[in-house]
């Protein structure tokens, strides 16, 4: 179980090995988030090293009444808004991702979700709306709580909670489009 | 893609060296940390001499810690402007001690100067003129080459209007440019092959001095003190060609030199004279010679003048020309919160906007007027309750800073109309949501009101929220960017619940299903023909009619960095169809 609040304590002091255990930590899982946003495997990667940066330079107080993660994801969440900002959906579609960033995109699937049926979730869930795939990654790969999903997320929890219920029957219904059943959902 | 270990490495290694930008954006001053975006247009040579010699006064009236000399062990806190696209907030920055010493590099022109002065038999000035028979000679005026050379070589003329000057004819020999692209902006083709010019003052006291500049180093006077070819890292200007949207390149970023870079080797007999390397001379005979690297290369030489007044003349000569007297008010910083509470609220951080900036759009127009028959069909702007203690007072110079755009533009344009305004300012709220305080910026509304010669009235408001817009048709419209927050709104949403009040399901009550689009596309129920793009932005342009079907006034609402809004009464619409042209160019 990664500690990152540990990890950025001991940077904060100096040990910039401290930042080195976050970017190992968190980074896959922050890379796949920020693909929910701009649905481009090397942007993503590129917003997600934007964060680690934001973290090591600005060196933000972290408040321990809320997870390690919540915060980061945060940052990394700006990083992305900001980006769609400045690029007006200048976004590459998922069909134009080239063989290599496939390559990656199931490189980075196997190493961070690895169950098989969680992978051909993740694959349906890129077929939604954006911010249903963010909820839905928060929640159910990252399983943050509906409080910490809407402080990530800017919303209230009542906003994330009609957000997830919407999301999970867009998946539902994608996923039965492809024949696949999946109780959990 | 990265494995973890080489973007940690990334990570600290951009760190890093994002220190040390900001390093050097605070020694540069806040205004001049803003890169000068220079458009394509441009004449490499005098583009990168406009800056060359201008930012010692930057460090003098930036320099928020006088007292360190150089030298500093606590943690200094300093305001910093941190800019987004579309949030922008005053952040105070901590910096960590560990990092002070090297950020307080102060020079002080008038205390920190560092002179040494070295002691030798004479000067070993070569006789030799260069082979100049095969070249080309250029004429230039004394202004002229003051532009090419980047600083004002007469200088000490225009401070001592007493002096005799004396000058042989002045330019350059062997010129030839080719800018063939816009790469090539900064290098331009050709040979140069000798820059020197000199002009020669008599002072009253009969004194003589002579001030001479070049590209190219001067020649060593001694071979006894080493130094001027020792390797030394002095600071180069640096640049970042900047691209439109399409990849073509749309301008140049010139960033100043740093006379506080300390990347040189430092060498005991170099002199720092307001910040820029000399070499400082003094022969048996009690004459100087300075030799100056101030982009351009500076030899100034005297005879009959005291240490006290040749050190005097250096000053002079070396100082900015000119002087902001306008402490900069980047906002008060913000007392309580240690600044680092801010983030990760903190808006995503770009860098500084530009002031001086040359639209890569301009030209792109097209507006459609849409008349509305009534100022009824105008939805009223909410008045947002404000608390004045959260108040921030601002000049105008730093609202440009703020919206990322010349707020006061028409004011610059038309000197003539008279301006008026109520305080400027932005209202910030500190909230704490449990997990992060954070500052909300509140209220970012302001007014510039214009009255024309002809006694129309213009006024210019900006903020970073949306104006409330006309209905078109039975909508309220937007800018089309923000169209989606709209699809579900929260009023129609209705939720189902069980009996242990958990929430299983939602109605988004009676709406027409039309309205449901995909992100990305545009909502069919507003008419694009309605919108205009002005200079590149997107804006709605309206004309509202009184009760005779009169145009009353216009207004525009226009999609900038920030939003803005211009209302015009009794001005015709060619004119103001200039006015918001102008505004956006």
Redesign the interface.
Known sequence: MPNGESSYRRFLTGDDNGIVEIVRDYKDGLILYLNSFVRNLTVAEELCEDAFVKLAVRRPHFRENSSFKTFLYTIGRNAAIDYLRKNHGNVVAIEELSDTLNDDRESLEQSYIREERKIAVHRAMETLKSEYQQVLWLTYFEELSNKETADVMKKSVHNIETLVYRARIALKTALEKEGFEYEEL | ??N??E??Q???K??DI??KRRRRAFLIGAPCAAAVLVGVVGIGAAVMSQYRGGRLDDLINYNYNPGAAGVGGSTDTSSEYVA???IAEIAT??R?A?STAEIAVDIDPYEGNDIKILDIDGFNIPEIAPDLSNSTFFEYSLEELCDYYGIDINRLGKLHPNWETSYGKLGLYNVEFEIKDNALLLKPHGKVEYTRNNISYTTEGGASITVSAQNERFDPVSKEVFTYDKPTDPSKFTSETVYD?NGNPAGTIVFPIDPGDTGRVPDEGISTVNGYEALIYRSANGDFLADLYMGTRVRITAEGLSEKDFISILDEFTERPYHVTETPDIGTPVSTP?T???????????DPPVNDYTNPNAGDTKIDLLFIQSEDDVKPDSADVLDENDFTPYSLENLDRFYSLRFNRLGELYPTWKLSYDKLGVYRHETN?????SLELVGTLNTLNYTTESGGTVSVSAQYKEFAMPLIGDHIATFK?DINKHIYP?SE?Q?EYDENGN????STGAYDPSAQY???ETNPDTDDSVWSRINGYDALVVAVLDSENNVDHYTAYIDMTSYVKITAYDIDQFTFADILDNFTK
């Not at chain 2, 680092?340 to 770009?350: F, R």
């Not at chain 2, 949501?433 to 305080?437: S, V």
């Open positions: 893609m990265k973890y270990e973007m940690a990334s990570v600290l951009r760190r994002e220190i987004d696209s579309g920055v901590d960590p560990s949207d240690s680092t509470d801010i983030a990760p609220d903190m808006p995503v951080e770009t949501d449990g997990m992060i305080a960017k929260d949403i939720y929430v299983i399901g939602m995909v992100e990305g």
